[in-house]
């Protein structure tokens, strides 16, 4: 990795901030980055070394799977890993 941090943020927003001031390199969910590199404002620098993959879990009460909103929660994050893991 890298020897030392000049700064530190606690969100998504301020490190896109920081990353488009031109100063600084850092991570972003692919999703999130998408519309900047799209704009050519982000690249991805050699994603082979430096990129990974995180694990995303979804959790509810028992018994409640079975209402809509938590179905439909759980088919869009079915779709999304699906296509994710296609694109990869």
Do not use: C, W
Request: glycine residues 6%; proline residues 6%.
């Amino acid at each position: 990795g890298f020897g030392y941090s000049t700064a530190t943020v606690d969100t998504m927003e301020a490190q896109l901030a920081l990353i488009l001031s031109g100063r600084y390199v850092g991570y972003l969910p692919e999703n999130y980055a998408e519309l900047y590199m799209q704009q050519n404002l982000l690249k991805p620098i050699t994603p082979s070394e430096f990129g990974f993959q995180a694990p995303f879990s979804l959790v509810f009460k028992r018994g409640r799977a079975r209402e809509l909103p938590i179905k439909k929660l759980r088919e869009l994050a079915k779709e999304h890993a699906q296509k994710s893991y296609r694109n990869a």
